[in-house]
């Protein structure tokens, strides 16, 4: 005790030299930096930094492809100042449920994410575009509409590193799809896989998690992903799960089955010991408005017993997806082509008409949305039928004179093709209630697209364009359903550490300069379900990497993305 009476005097002392040393060598280390020469230097934005924290005053510098300080720089010099004066500036925002898959491939710009402030998008929603093998080529070739593409590649981080030697202004990066596996082992029927192809199938996922895929994606309202079991879902998760992958789902029910669904969401994260996410979370139909607390509240159990659950959502009262949505699971087996034969088939015709409006025991998409006139046809692959682009299932019924679900399914034998639908099934009091949860970042699930081109041949869902500015624009500002800083976190760190993307989503000295420059009293989404070729307004500059994308609103044709790696990734 003596000892330490003794010591204590002098120990403060040396501790407050430390200090004050510490200190001195910090301050040292800022003047330096405030008298540096960057790359790029924003000046006088309000920094919102990724954290959720309140924002600050202060400049930004870039080296390179990294942000290099943060804070007061007014003495700093740089090749190209931005003046960010009284607005924000951002990480840029990450979106976790992307379409691009195809639209990248003809035009690597990203226009309508980019003017959103988009920097990085997440893809492989239950398909990936890799592994691939000659029967899953010759079916993406066959299903190819208004864009088209040749598959010059096999394996998903070859997908991402083509997308990336051909030119694209964002950063990508793909969970691998357990369709996808299923498909590339087991075809497109309805059957259970043996112990042996479900090894090659944990094989696959083993092989792309070492090459950097993010984990496991479902999407099992639709076949054939609607005829894996929840076993088969766990078994390839576990193959994921030591390679730090996670697994993201459009669960098996978002309707009637919508609990159900969820429970199965938190079975496989806690028997596969993998982190979970829930797409574009919602309560689909009228009928199910009413179970959205109930959703909610399963959700935050398990979160509360330590399962790292999580959600994304898009915020509009219409998902999108194919018509053959409306198509039960068995009817579909074996394909687009098998399913066309059983249409014309008038006793299998008869069956998949009585299932649509009777059975409730699938996902019925047409159920869901109530009624043929809440059901938008916005994309056909046939000439002739594109001038039905844009009119309900209802209008173009009473044009042809026949019953809508007679309409449904002789459309689907004409276009050949999935088509493109809109169905109305969502509420926005639910849309209300999930935009300001902590734990639910966004994804516009559509494709990066321009008013131009192949692009203009169909309708996309006004998402494309609108997903990201309409957070901004209506939830934060208009509504204030949630702080501007909040929103920013659900769309930059949030996602990257969902993700364990490294050194993404934080505006801090060392991370990747993926930067948004906006204004938060006019950012807005512009695009609508009757126009939807509209680019959202009120970002001002982006940049990529260090590289500046978008300038005063506009492109700069600059082409800085990168695949991006899952933590996983074996010989980075």
Not at 220 to 239: F, G, M, Q, R, V
Not at 419 to 435: D, H, M, P, Q, W
Request: charged share 25%; glycine share 8%; proline share 5%.
């Amino acid at each position: 005790m003596r000892f330490r009476q003794s010591m204590e005097p002098r120990y403060w002392l040396l501790t407050g030299a430390l200090v004050s040393i510490l200190g001195i060598g910090r301050l040292a280390a800022d003047e330096k930096a405030a008298a540096e020469d960057f790359d790029v230097l924003i000046r006088g934005g309000w920094i919102y930094d990724g954290s959720g924290n309140p924002p600050r005053r202060a400049d930004l510098g870039i080296k390179g492809d990294r942000i290099a300080a943060v804070g007061d720089l007014r003495k700093a010099t740089a090749k190209t100042v931005v003046d960010a004066t009284d607005i924000a500036v951002s990480p840029g925002f990450i979106n976790m449920l992307s379409w691009s898959t195809d639209s990248l491939l003809v035009d690597g710009r990203g226009q309508s994410e980019i003017r959103q402030g988009v920097t990085t998008q997440i893809m492989g929603e239950g398909n990936s575009w890799g592994p691939v093998n000659a029967a899953i080529k010759k079916r993406m070739k066959s299903e190819q509409t208004d864009i088209k593409y040749d598959i010059e590649w096999t394996t998903l981080s070859d997908y991402l590193y083509f997308l990336q030697r051909k030119g694209i202004s964002q950063n990508i990066a793909s969970f691998l799809g357990a369709t996808t596996v299923r498909e590339y082992v087991l075809g497109l029927d309805n059957k259970k896989p043996t112990p042996d192809q479900l090894q090659q199938m944990r094989q696959l996922v083993e092989h792309a998690m070492r090459d950097g895929a993010l984990g496991i994606a479902s999407a099992l309202e639709y076949a054939p992903a609607y005829y894996a079991d929840t076993e088969e879902l766990i078994a390839l998760c576990k193959a994921a799960a030591p390679y730090q992958g996670k697994y993201i789902t459009h669960m098996r029910s978002e309707g009637i089955r919508l609990l159900e669904g969820i429970d199965e969401v938190i079975r496989i994260s806690r028997e596969a010991g993998i982190p979970a996410e829930i797409y574009h979370f919602k309560a689909a139909g009228k009928d199910n408005w009413n179970k959205m607390d109930a959703a909610i509240a399963k959700v935050q159990t398990a979160r509360d017993q330590g399962l790292a659950i999580t959600a994304d959502m898009y915020c509009y009262t219409a998902g999108a997806a194919s018509l053959t949505a409306c198509i039960p699971p068995w009817a579909m087996e074996g394909g687009e082509i098998a399913m066309r034969r059983r249409l014309r088939d008038p006793d299998q015709r008869h069956r998949i008409l009585d299932d649509i409006r009777n059975k409730t025991d699938w996902p019925n998409f047409y159920r869901n949305a109530g009624s043929p006139d809440k059901v938008l046809l916005i994309s056909f692959k046939q000439d002739t039928l594109k001038p039905l682009q844009g009119k309900t299932l209802a209008q173009i019924a009473q044009t042809r004179g026949k019953d809508p679900l007679e309409t449904l399914l002789d459309l689907l034998i004409e276009d050949e093709s999935s088509i493109g639908t809109a169905y109305f099934i969502t509420a926005e009091e639910n849309i209300r209630k999930l935009v300001g949860l902590p734990w639910i970042s966004f994804g516009s699930d559509e494709a990066a697209q321009a008013p131009e081109g192949a692009f203009l041949r169909s309708m996309p869902h006004p998402r494309a364009y609108g997903n990201f500015a309409r957070v901004l624009g209506k939830y934060v500002r208009e509504e204030k359903l949630l702080s501007l800083e909040a929103a920013v976190r659900k769309m930059t760190h949030l996602p990257a550490t969902n993700l364990g993307l490294d050194h993404r989503g934080l505006l801090q000295e060392g991370y990747f300069a993926d930067i948004v420059v906006f204004d938060p009293k006019t950012i807005i989404d512009k695009a609508t379900y009757e126009k939807p070729h509209q680019y959202a307004v009120g970002v001002k500059h982006v940049f990529v990497n260090g590289v500046q994308v978008l300038k005063d609103g506009d492109h700069t044709s600059a082409k800085p993305g990168r695949a991006l790696w899952g933590p996983g990734r074996v010989g980075k």
